[in-house]
Nanobody, 123 residues
Framework: VQLVESGGGLVQAGGSLRLSCAAS????????VGWFRQAPGKAREFVAT????????YYADDVEGRFTISRDNAKNTAYLQMNDLKPGDTAVYYC?????????????????WGQGTQVTVSS
């Protein structure tokens, strides 16, 4: 499975962005999709994940209530709606898939990754 993220950019604090993760291949609809981010000099961190069915979602504490993860299996695409963005959200955002029924938060449990999209939030 190949993943391609899009939708990143430069936004002022308080603004919104919607990231997309387009997948090729047949495994997307059977996999959890996770969003992670990595800021300069920091480790990659979990942001959000969604079950293959779309019924279960989990968020990192600092994005809960501001970010929403969703998916459209018919389009092989997942999304991350980011509202009320803060300068601390500045990072490269990656989507990834994890084959199977679980919805992990650890990056090492994900099988395929996109190339990332830059999100920069100015104050």
């Amino acid at each position: 499975v190949q993943l391609v993220e899009s939708g990143g950019g430069l936004v002022q604090a308080g603004g919104s962005l919607r990231l997309s993760c387009a997948a090729s291949g047949s495994s997307f609809s059977d996999s959890a999709v996770g969003w992670f981010r990595q800021a300069p000099g920091k480790a990659r961190e979990f942001v959000a994940t969604i079950h293959w069915s779309g019924r279960h979602t989990y968020y990192a504490d600092d994005v809960e209530g501001r970010f929403t993860i969703s998916r459209d299996n018919a389009k092989n695409t997942a999304y991350l709606q980011m509202n009320d963005l803060k300068p601390g959200d500045t990072a490269v955002y990656y989507c990834a898939i994890s084959l199977g029924l679980s919805v992990p938060t650890e990056p090492q449990r994900y099988d395929s990754w996109g190339q990332g999209t830059q999100v920069t939030v100015s104050s």
